[in-house]
């Protein structure tokens, strides 16, 4: 007994203490593990707020920019008014100037810089000396070439931006003034406040985040208690601005935390997560493994410890990795159209030649469509992974819709010299019932690719048949077959995925997101089909997909089919004259607006303007002859296309129960189309807008 005593105490000493060392190493690495995630995931916090912000910059930058140089030519034309017809120096003159013009204020100083008449009479007699606001103009006085254009600032109670121009007399001495109120810059800072950026930032359960100005103001909170509060008298900060070391601790709203921070510019940028909560998460993990050690031994602990690293982090970090990838991708892929339009645009304004000029618009063309599927397939991916696509089942011809999606891939394909050959059954019905939108764009994809991975010089077979179904309806059948690279079976089981391709040199050899694959497989599903591939290295691949189909059973006659449907059918550009005419444009933006005039200016048609669905309806209202069609947006402020289009059509008018309304927009979804013809809307124009497809609504209706 004794002698078991001696020898299984210290074996029982030994492995306790063995037990136990392993579980506080265990315990500490898992701390450290855990310290070194967090601070990772507060550094790329910090990165992601910090290029926000400096995106917000540059936009706002670019913004500031155009909108000097459009209300200095405001100021200007009203120079010119003033100067041809002096008569227009009354108040009544001078306020219907600046409603032409879209100005809000209008001032006009003597020699002396004394304001002498505008559109806001209580100011006359003011002296652009006596304010700080007016007299930065005063050097106008002294330099008639110069100009001035005021940074915009917050006016009013709704804090609506507001800006004043001003420029010189044209040849009387004095300074022409107009005030602008700047509500695209307003939207835009809306739209891009840093602090929507960080509202849904959480680190850990109950970390966050903080923007602090020049000033050590907090300009963003994602917990909202700090907002508005200078911190510059805290400690803390104090080291912040002096550089100090990181991490650090500080204390937020009276509660520990630890924090990372970053500069960008003169901004601050603060990420952090309660001690206590981070604690909690160390202590919690070293206590775990003691008590794992103490009962499960060594080799239960090498077994947990295979099981997280190889089970938790790898697939982790594989998918950060993936998505790292991907993102790396995407950037490429939509900054190499961002430089040729960038690039072209300066080469076309640079440029005094004309064939120079178009071949630099021609390029911007390419590369904006370029970008615009880019955007799509993004978009698409989106919707997909919120799981908010939705199907909407339509009557096509079969036919026409391999002939588009043929049609948008030959131009590609006669460039690689590549031979194509399209089979289709004669057994399908000419007229079929499926989500004809979604079909073309697996079908595409798929022809897509083939092309993309397919040599110079060689083929691809485009097929397509019906088999008949249990109870009603049809299969259909579509497969895509080419002699291009071959994928290997290791890199099929990835083709499939969101944010994968084949290899990892995929997209730097040839291109492309990665989505087009994941789209097409989540469309097929939710169609109630099945999509695979079959492929041999070396020997080229079959993409092929099945999906049930309904067809118009024999006698039943089709829907009448949307005009313009069928490919092939060009514009031809003759009688393009629409003198006579005049067309409502209900558009929001300004830019739009001047698209719209500016495509349509060789057709010779009137085109009267509404900046929001109100201001449409009562032009409309008030002279229903006068209109033979209108363009309608759909987002605009005070009434949306939506509201608009019901008001007109409930007019007593009759004329305006038959006014076609064309919606203009950037909702291109089936269902956005859908919605406009339940309001009353005729027909559908998908923005960015194509001047072939306006011209054959214009035809069409006008016609």
Known sequence: MRIRVKVIVPIVVVMLI????????????????????????????????????RL????????????????????????????????NLTTENMTRLAEILGVDE????????????????????????????????????????????????????????????????LGSPGIVQVGIAISTLNKIQNSMSIQHVIDNIVIAQSGGALVLDENQTVIADSRKMLKGVNLSEEAWVKKIVAGGEMPFNFEYVKQPVRGQYQKSGDTIIVTYIPTEELNKYTTSLASIALFVGLLGAILLSAFLYVIITRGVLTPLE????????????????????????????????????????????????????????????????????ANKIELSL????????????????????EEKNQMLTVRV????????????????????????NAVKFTPDGGEIILEAHTEKAQGEGL?????????????SEEQQKLLFSSFQQAEANTNRKFGGTGLGLAISKRIVELMGGRIWIKSVIGEGSTFAFEVPVRYLAEGEKPAELPENEAVGEVHDGKDDDFSGYCILLAEDIEINREIVKALLEPTNITIDCAENGEVAV?????????????FMDLQMPEMDGFEATKHIRAMDDPLAKQVPIIAMTANVFRSDIDSCLEVGMNDHLGKPLNMEAMLMKLHKYLA
């Open 18 to 53: 063995a037990f136990v060392s392993v579980s506080v190493i265990t315990g500490l690495s898992a701390r450290t593990t855990v310290s070194k995630l967090v601070v990772s995931h507060m550094n790329d916090v910090l990165t992601t707020i910090d290029k926000q912000l």
């Open 56 to 87: 917000t910059e540059r936009i706002e930058a670019i913004t500031l920019e155009e909108m000097d140089k459009k209300n200095i030519g405001l100021a200007h034309s009203l120079s010119a008014l003033i100067a041809a017809d002096e008569t």
């Open 106 to 169: 209008v001032y006009v100083t003597d020699e002396n810089g004394v304001i002498r008449w505008g559109n806001t009479p209580q100011f006359f007699g003011l002296d652009f000396h006596t304010t700080e606001q007016t007299e930065p103009f005063l050097e106008i006085l002294e330099d008639p070439e110069a100009e001035l254009a005021q940074v915009p600032t917050p006016r009013g109670a709704d804090g609506a931006m507001f800006q004043y121009v001003g420029v010189s007399r």
């Open 318 to 385: 594989e998918a950060s990795h993936a998505k790292s990838n991907f993102l790396s991708n995407m950037s490429h892929e939509m900054r190499t159209p961002m430089n040729a339009i960038i690039g072209m645009a300066t080469i076309g304004k640079a440029s005094e030649d004309p064939a120079r000029k178009d071949y630099a618009f021609d390029k911007i063309d390419d590369a904006s469509t370029h970008l615009l599927g880019i955007i799509n397939d993004v978009l698409d991916m989106s919707k997909i992974e």
């Open 394 to 413: 339509a009557e096509f011809n079969f036919g026409n819709l391999i002939e588009k999606v043929v049609e948008v891939s030959n131009y590609r394909v």
């Open 425 to 448: 059954g004669s057994e399908i019905p000419e007229v079929l019932l499926a989500d004809d939108q979604r079909l073309s764009q697996v079908i595409s994809n798929l022809l897509s």
């Open 475 to 487: 299969t259909l059948h579509v497969s895509v077959k080419d002699n291009g690279i071959g994928i």
């Open 618 to 630: 009562r032009m409309y209202g008030e002279n229903p002859s006068r209109y033979s069609l209108i």
